[in-house]
T-cell receptor
Framework: DTGVSQDPRHKITKRGQNVTFRCDPI?????LYWYRQTLGQGPEFLTY????????KSRLLSDRFSAERPKGSFSTLEIQRTEQGDSAMYLC??????????FGPGTRLTVL | QKEVEQNSGPLSVPEGAIASLNCTYS??????FFWYRQYSGKSPELIMS????GDKEDGRFTAQLNKASQYVSLLIRDSQPSDSATYLC???????????FGTGTRLLVSP
């Protein structure tokens, strides 16, 4: 399968714990995006990378959130000191330059 | 004012009918428009993109764009029960890379 992959698919954690998600984009895609989606809402943009450079961050991305794409391939999104309000589906997408964005299956986070 | 607006539905149509889904956007300089389909519990799947005024057809799907009216629509011909899903409209502004999504319209196609 050559689509976007994400790991884990589901994560349950207790409030205050740190979690890290991984995204592997479509192999030839140089741009990678993170979105967050809560029930009944459309995805909301968090951040995006062009190769290894993080070029835009949303105001939604508080200091507890950090994203990296160290070698311009896979990316990680870490949430420190999780809160119940962080419970959501975290979606990764990739594109070739300014082309269409294709989403991975998402990581569903539940914070107890 | 929300940047991208969609009627949340549900929009109910019988099998074989045409489903018409609508979306309006507030940023006049928006350049790119997309329709994604999302099944319950799954991630969004791109079904159509449109960049210029007019119609774009792909199989049973037709996207229509009217930039003067800041309106984009998706028509699904010969609707099937498998088309039952939430349809998300997404817009990308000039110079921006992020997609701005509406809240989606839930479509129900009854056999």
């Amino acid at each position: 399968d050559t689509g976007v992959s994400q790991d884990p698919r589901h994560k349950i954690t207790k409030r205050g714990q740190n979690v890290t998600f991984r995204c592997d984009p479509i192999s030839e895609h140089n741009r990678l995006y993170w979105y967050r989606q809560t029930l009944g809402q459309g995805p909301e943009f968090l951040t995006y990378f062009q190769n290894e450079a993080q070029l835009e961050k949303s105001r939604l991305l508080s200091d507890r959130f950090s994203a990296e794409r160290p070698k311009g391939s896979f990316s990680t999104l870490e949430i420190q000191r999780t809160e119940q309000g962080d419970s959501a589906m975290y979606l990764c997408a990739s594109s070739l330059n300014r082309g269409e964005q294709f989403f991975g299956p998402g990581t569903r986070l539940t914070v107890l | 004012q929300k940047e991208v607006e969609q009627n949340s539905g549900p929009l109910s149509v019988p099998e074989g009918a045409i489903a018409s889904l609508n979306c309006t956007y507030s940023d006049r300089v928006s350049q790119s428009f997309f329709w994604y389909r999302q099944y319950s519990g799954k991630s969004p799947e791109l079904i159509m993109s449109i960049y210029s005024n007019g119609d774009k057809e792909d199989g049973r799907f037709t996207a229509q764009l009217n930039k003067a009216s800041q309106y984009v629509s998706l028509l699904i011909r010969d609707s099937q029960p498998s088309d039952s899903a939430t349809y998300l409209c997404a817009v990308k502004g000039e110079g921006f890379q992020k997609l701005v999504f509406g809240t989606g319209t839930r479509l129900l196609v009854s056999p």
